[in-house]
């Protein structure tokens, strides 16, 4: 799989986009157990964030320009920060490798594959084999999600493009 330089710095300023505080009048909307959220620095979009917790796994879906990005965290995980672990993601009958570049307490994986990221949208868990484990990422409601997350980043991507209607932070 090739990693390009646009997914590297994704991946790079995908924690400070989600740690960058949002502005008073940023919403985080909430979609059965998902949370979805606009994400800027300073005035400028950057993404749109799908997250939730399970247990100790911290999940969150990225839409940015580059595409999907899945961020898997633990306080419990010792990761060698900027490796690139072997994965295999599946879900349903789809599946596919990829590569799950670390940091000291979470990765993240570019969802490349078309059809992997559709059937996100049907299966109610997503799977990612790593070499010593089996993480399982439930997906109950993420139909749902899944098209607001997307709706979310359109509707933000396309409002800096025309000076002439009001920009709407809600995501």
């Avoid at 606009?38 to 005035?43: E, L, Q, S, V």
């Avoid at 247990?55 to 965290?73: N, P, Y």
């Avoid at 690139?84 to 979470?106: D, F, I, M, W």
């Avoid at 490349?112 to 799977?127: A, G, M, P, Q, Y």
Wanted: hydrophobic share 40%; with cysteine.
């Amino acid at each position: 799989m090739r990693m390009s330089l646009t997914f590297l710095s994704m991946v790079l300023l995908a924690p400070v986009a989600l740690a960058e505080p949002k502005a008073q009048d940023d919403q985080t909307v909430t979609v059965g157990s998902w949370s979805i959220a606009t994400n800027y620095k300073t005035d400028r979009f950057e993404s749109c964030t799908m997250s939730r917790s399970a247990g100790e796994l911290g999940i969150t879906f990225l839409r940015a320009s580059d595409g999907l990005l899945l961020i898997l965290d633990s306080a419990k995980w010792k990761l060698n920060r900027g490796k690139a672990y072997p994965v295999r993601l599946v879900a349903g009958s789809r599946s596919v490798n990829a590569q799950a570049l670390a940091e000291t307490k979470s990765v993240t994986i570019a969802l490349e594959d078309s059809r992997l990221n559709s059937k996100l949208r049907s299966v109610s868990f997503f799977e990612v084999h790593g070499e010593g484990a089996t993480l399982r990422v439930p997906l109950e409601g993420s139909s749902t999600a899944l098209a607001r997350l997307d709706a979310c980043f359109t509707k933000h991507e396309t409002a800096g493009t025309n000076p002439f209607v009001a920009s709407s932070r809600k995501p």
